[in-house]
């Protein structure tokens, strides 16, 4: 699919009666790996860019060239439409369109902000973006964007941040009604609840779990469209580079740990050697290489 056909297939994904998995990726690999897997969709966002490109906590400081330049990679690289968190948006309406243009621009499919202010991932105070004011920067995403079918996904996290879900209703539906394509919601509670909170909704509703405790089979009878799963890969990476460290640190012996290690092959399947073959083949590049019979 080209970056057109990926839009129209996550739009076309976000209607289907059944939950659909936003798998999250960290790097190119993983997103590789989760599109081979057999999963519609990739999703990254700026905590798992932030601590494995950077190092950096989720707090404000990942940016859009961060992001940006993981995303058109993956894009590139990949098959299947990729959903991009691109936080708060860095800028007001009057010039958040140059977020919408970039990741437009490098094939994304669709673009998630949202509407924390400060205080994500810490014991800070939180702070929300006014409604009027957020509902004022998705009109401006909507406006600048010029694929229709880019899709652009409001973010509250009034029931996150705040435990407000009267407020986070609230505001789901006015950035419905501003024009976002979706609103989505980092959901805390049980599936009963989820299920009462999705019948008020006026729209679609994208998720995503604090604890990730319910199945994706819940999720779809609670009447969530999608689900978002960003941790999962890295933090499955982040356990198993930690173990085989520290298993060898202790051990100085590499043959316990070939569970982990050792599969090139498999590894190298993901990656294009074939069309390597194909072009040396085509393009008798051995022959180019080696000496003329008048040299």
């Not at 940016?63 to 990949?78: C, F, N, V, Y």
């Not at 205080?119 to 509902?135: N, R, S």
């Not at 998720?207 to 499955?236: C, H, K, R």
């Amino acid at each position: 699919m080209d970056m057109y056909e990926k839009r129209v297939r996550l739009r076309e994904l976000l209607a289907e009666p059944e939950c659909t998995p936003l798998m999250g990726a960290y790097d190119v690999l993983s997103a590789k790996i989760v599109e081979n897997t057999g999963f519609p969709v990739v999703y990254t966002g700026s905590l798992v860019t932030g601590a494995s490109a950077f190092g950096l906590p989720d707090v404000g400081l990942v940016q859009l060239s961060d992001l940006l330049g993981l995303a058109r990679e993956i894009a590139k690289e990949t098959r299947i439409p990729i959903v991009c968190d691109a936080d708060s948006g860095w800028f007001h309406a009057g010039n958040i369109w140059r977020t919408v243009h970039e990741f437009e621009a490098a094939g994304v499919s669709g673009i998630h902000i949202e509407d924390q202010i400060f205080g994500k991932h810490t014991d800070q105070e939180a702070l929300l973006t006014p409604t009027d004011v957020m509902c004022e920067r998705i009109r401006a995403c909507c406006d600048a964007r010029k694929d229709p079918n880019f899709m652009i996904i409001a973010r509250t996290d009034a029931l996150y941040l705040q435990d407000d879900a009267e407020a986070a209703i609230a505001r789901a539906n006015s950035y419905l009604e501003a024009g976002a394509d979706a609103a989505f919601v980092v959901f805390k509670g049980s599936i009963k609840a989820l299920k009462n909170f999705r019948a008020r909704i006026k729209g679609p509703l994208i998720v995503t779990s604090v604890d990730f405790q319910n199945s994706m089979a819940e999720e779809t009878e609670a009447g969530a469209n999608m689900s978002v799963y960003w941790p999962l890969t890295i933090f499955a990476a982040f356990k198993a580079v930690k173990h085989v460290c520290e298993r060898f640190y202790e051990t100085r012996d590499a043959t316990q740990l070939q569970e982990y290690c050792f599969d090139e092959g498999a590894l190298n399947t993901l990656m294009p050697y074939d069309r390597f073959d194909e072009n040396v083949a085509t393009y008798r590049v051995r022959d180019a290489l080696l000496p003329s019979a008048g040299d």
